[in-house]
């Protein structure tokens, strides 16, 4: 039940903050450069800091102290942000709130899954609990910031990962002993080709995602909606990840998770192609729908395999670097690219090469993984 509650509260936090930021950030001034900056400051040190605070996890056992930490840090760095305006110290602050939240939700998928142990497949029960949370919280967010403005929004975040902060000091984070030298299993695990093929599959093919984070209700915005829409419109998010969440131990134990991340993919071009032909705020309503396929279908897959191919010890790790690529490297280069898409072209161009990357992800996945497949026979029978 507590990892239920963590993922709730955490991802509830976030659901009153994040998706918010880049209005805030547009309220004081900056341009869509410079939030594009901002935006991809957090995932920049996401990309560094979660495999680091993942492998210094592993090799100390101090998960728990670290997690702990973690949430402290982002809770300190918010309320800091709520305090100023100027690019100057918003640099900083977005730095030290990037590198508090990049190990938490490793360190706790890396929990559940130990806590699972021979029922791993059973994860997505546990992590629907952050889709409703989300879900319940993102349409009351934006109702009070319409009202409030963003004090709610800052004041919300911090209220809600106390909450994650005192069911995460509950949970029990059993130490695995590290079977090899620290640097050797790294090694190992950086050398397995099938999976860092599906790491660069997520990072190219998702891009459309890192683009929705960061600019698409600075898009509504543009063209009229309200923070109460752009609410509804993350609640409609959080309602298509349910089903996928739930099931989505039969769909990997069905397809495998190279062909439920070729369905993610392919809801991603779906979705980016859809967001570049609105010409109305209320049409980002049914192209939500699609968003549970295109992430939840792919973290599932991602939290997955990577906790199938860690050497003992080092689960956390692996899930830091998967959260590296994902909410990191992928997330950056989606908000610098965004930015700099929505200042010169528009943000229809910026959604429609989007939706153009997911397609090349679709084809780097099938051609790469086949190529790496018959490599891995050769290899076998020589």
């Known amino acids: 039940m507590r990892a239920k509650a963590s993922y709730f509260f955490y991802f509830a936090a976030g659901s009153c903050l994040m998706p918010f930021l880049a209005l805030y950030y547009a309220q004081n001034g900056l341009s869509d450069s410079q939030i594009g900056l901002l935006s991809g400051l957090l995932p920049l040190v996401t990309l560094v800091s979660a495999p680091l605070w993942g492998g210094l996890a592993d090799a100390t056992g101090r998960h728990h102290v670290l997690l702990v930490l973690a949430i402290g840090g982002s809770m300190a760095a918010v309320l800091g942000l709520s305090q100023t305006a100027t690019l100057a110290w918003l640099i900083p602050l977005v730095v030290l709130n990037s590198f508090s939240l990049a190990p938490v939700i490793p360190l706790i998928d890396n929990t559940v899954l130990a806590m699972l142990g021979e029922r791993s497949h059973m994860y997505g029960r546990q992590r629907l609990w952050g889709a409703v949370g989300w879900g319940i919280i993102a349409p009351l967010a934006g109702w009070l910031i319409d009202r409030a403005g963003m004090t709610a929004a800052f004041g919300g975040y911090v209220i809600l990962m106390f909450g994650c902060l005192l069911t995460v000091i509950g949970l029990p984070v059993g130490r695995v002993s590290i079977g090899e030298s620290y640097w050797r299993g790294m090694r190992g695990l950086l050398g397995n080709w099938p999976w860092v093929i599906f790491l660069l599959s997520v990072l190219i093919g998702g891009l459309v995602i890192a683009i929705e984070m960061s600019f698409l209700f600075l898009y509504m915005d543009r063209l009229g909606a309200s923070k109460t829409l752009m609410g509804v419109a993350l609640a409609i998010s959080t309602v298509s990840e349910l089903p996928v969440w739930f099931f989505a131990n039969r769909m990997i134990a069905r397809l495998g998770t190279r062909r439920v991340l070729v369905l993610s993919l392919l809801a991603c071009a779906a979705q980016g ?26 973290w599932a897959a991602g939290v997955t395999y990577s906790g199938e191919v860690a050497p003992p010890g080092m689960g956390a790790t692996a899930q830091g670097v998967f959260s590296g690529v994902s909410f990191g490297l992928r997330a950056a280069f989606g908000a610098f690219l965004g ?12 959604f429609r090469w989007g939706g153009v990357a997911a397609l090349i992800g679709v084809a780097f996945l099938l051609l790469a993984g086949k190529r790496s497949a018959k490599a891995a026979v050769r290899h076998s029978s020589a």
Do not use: C, D, K, R
């Open 273 to 298: 192609f859809g967001y570049s032909l609105m010409v109305n705020p209320l049409a980002a309503l049914p192209i939500q729908l699609l968003h549970g396929l295109a992430f939840s279908a792919s």
């Open 339 to 350: 930015g700099m898409l929505f200042e010169t072209v528009g943000p229809a161009v910026a």
